[in-house]
């Protein structure tokens, strides 16, 4: 949690709402599923200065990086990877390739966490999995001060980042479609929140559902967004800034093996 009593002031003034309205209203912001903000400059100029920065330098000992993708290892996980769309909330194409990579123990522990949706019904549903370093800077200077409790910090870097972080939900593996959750993906609202208590039963069941198959898994969740998970060893990545298009695509996993962490750095 970054700022908790921010979170807390934010319930209180939109959780009470809700709760004590007799009418649930989805925020202005959503349109056919997709929350969406006006950023704060032209995605241009910001996906530029993005791409001039530099991550900020780290000192320790790393593992060497071996991202994973995804769907190599179990097909069965989806992807619907909105930051390759204009179905984000910058309505802008953040990511050229629609792919997911995690480092392998945290990408080897999704598959067993969807082996345990799939007992249910469930498959899993990636939205977002290893970003580059310049994307998380993007998404920083895009958001208003009173959403940034929603994006992280670039002097800090994501845990997306480090190959330990993966955005998801569900879908149902009867009709292979998304199910609904008690808010919709990237919604800068306490609707987000993995404690909201609004939703119907069968949202927050299935909310509950993802997050017990995650932890089980050695994930956590992030308390601002449901769909958020963290992998326990991020601590021994380094943040990396790797463009897809410079990921490869040919193996099972991609060239990162080979890349010592000080290239990744850079
Ligand atoms: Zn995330």
Redesign the pocket.
């Known amino acids: 949690m970054r700022y908790p009593h921010l979170r807390l002031l934010a319930c209180l003034l939109f959780c009470g709402t809700l709760l004590h309205g007799s009418k649930y209203a989805a925020p202005q912001e959503i349109s056919n599923g997709i929350f969406h903000l006006k950023p704060q400059h032209p995605v241009e100029e910001l996906r530029a200065e993005a791409l001039r920065a530099a991550p900020p330098v780290e000192s320790g000992d790393f593992r060497r990086p071996d991202l994973v993708e995804l769907q190599r290892l179990d097909p069965t996980i989806k992807l619907d990877i909105r930051y390759a769309t204009t179905a984000n909330f910058l309505s802008t194409p953040m990511y050229s390739q629609a792919r997911a990579f995690l480092q392998r123990p945290a990408a080897e522990a999704l598959v067993d966490a969807n082996r345990k949706v799939h007992a249910q019904g469930y498959g899993l549903l990636i939205h977002?999995a290893y970003r580059p370093w310049y994307v998380t800077k993007m998404f920083w200077d895009a958001t208003p001060d009173d959403k940034k409790i929603f994006v992280a910090d670039p002097a800090s870097g994501s845990k997306?980042n480090r190959g330990c972080?993966v955005?998801l939900s569900l879908y149902d593996l009867k009709t292979g479609r998304e199910v609904t959750m008690p808010s919709v993906y990237d919604e800068m609202t306490p609707r987000a929140f993995a404690d909201y208590p609004g939703g119907t039963p069968e949202e927050r069941q299935r909310r509950a559902l993802l997050r017990t198959a995650m932890e089980s898994e050695g994930f956590t969740v992030y308390p601002n967004?449901w769909w958020?998970f963290d992998y326990k060893d991020w601590k021994d990545y380094p943040i990396m800034n790797i463009r897809f298009e410079d990921l490869g695509g040919g193996g099972a996993q991609s060239d990162t093996r080979n890349v010592k962490p000080q290239r990744i750095l850079h």
Request: proline content about 0%.
């Open positions: 977002d997306h972080a955005d967004e958020h």
